[in-house]
């Protein structure tokens, strides 16, 4: 059986899964949790072959081998939803930002190439699009 290729967008949600993660943190828990939630079925092999992925995972896992239980406190349901919440806007903003970061470097990178190539005008690769032209 092929293991199905897992997006951009499910590359991202897991990056975000793998930021907010609490507890033991095994390859095995991931694809168990990325089935669970996600609803798909993908292999450890598959997941290490995703740079932002095996990132996020090792970086995951360093984290939490240094992390020590934290105390419960009494608190409301409301409560956890809001931080549970924050937590992931906070991974969703880290994932964000290093995919930003990655778009940057590659919009830099071809830049950099197109200047090298003779007689190309590189106003003409960002000049405005006439669907982006408003009458106004």
Known sequence: ?????????????????????????????????????????????????????????????????????????KITASEVRMIEQIEHLKAEVEVLKRNNAEQLRMIERMLSNASAIPNLDLYALVKKRPEEIHNG
């Open 1 to 73: 059986m092929a293991v199905p290729k897992v997006s951009a967008q499910q590359q991202r949600k897991i990056e975000i899964m793998l930021a907010k993660w609490v507890g033991k943190l095994t390859w095995e828990a991931l694809v168990a949790k990325v089935e669970l939630d996600l609803g798909f079925k993908t292999t450890r092999q598959t997941l290490c072959t995703y740079t932002g992925i095996n990132t996020s995972y090792k970086n995951r896992k360093a984290q939490l081998r240094g992390a020590t239980p934290s105390l419960y406190t």
